[in-house]
């Protein structure tokens, strides 16, 4: 219990003195169902309200690239994230303009891979998806969905990616990698605002936050 008092006053200071001093309510997930995150303050005086850890609300942009669609993994793909407790907020299928390809990719515009690679992403329709994590462990842990999901879909080029992971699975060069997944949280708030519509996005509760979140069982 005083260790649990002494975390929690640390993650408070912490989040004082690094300047972050707004309202600590905004600061609660926008997913967590009301109350839900003040939940177990009652009887042991914790206001979680007041604690906020940077990335708790980090999403990250996943899209199932054009032979990942045609190769019919879209199922096997979802299901990894859906498993590991990924909440999903945003899905879509669609055929990718060039001009969005070329916003997506601006920072490999000068590599000599560019083209083929506008021609791959634009060779057929591509599944994209927003998610994040919302369990109260994750917020205690330092919320990191980015990391998480680049792990799981392993290095760029399949050659290189761990057995596990879904390149390492499911495609075996780096012109044909079959996902693609943020890679950091400032990239994933861009790519998220280039593919999706804000009024895409949905705020749902999920039944199973209880059961996954260590915090909600004590
Ligand atoms: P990432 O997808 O793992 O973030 P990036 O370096 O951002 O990797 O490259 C974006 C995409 O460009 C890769 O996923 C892959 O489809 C393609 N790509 C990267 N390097 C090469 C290459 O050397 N040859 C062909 N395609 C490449
Ligand atoms: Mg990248």
Sequence with gaps: MLLLQRSVFKRLLQ??????QGNAKSLVPAALPAGAAGHRNKSRRITFHSIAVPGERERTLIAIKPDGVQRRLVGQIMQRFEQRGFKLVGLKMLQVSEDLLSQHYCDLRTKPFYPS?????SSGPVVVMVTFLSSLILVWEGHKVVQ??????GHTNP?????????????FHVSRNVVHASDSPEGAQREIQLWFHSKE?????????TITCE???A
């Design 159 to 171: 050659a290189e990616a761990q057995a596990g992971t879904v390149r390492g699975d499911f495609s």
């Design 201 to 209: 996005l949905l705020k749902w509760e999920c039944c199973d936050q």
């Design 117 to 121: 690679l506008l021609d791959y992403m």
């Design 15 to 20: 989040h004082f003195y690094s300047g972050n």
């Design 215 to 217: 915090d909600a069982k």
């Design 148 to 153: 998480t999901s680049r792990t799981m879909v």
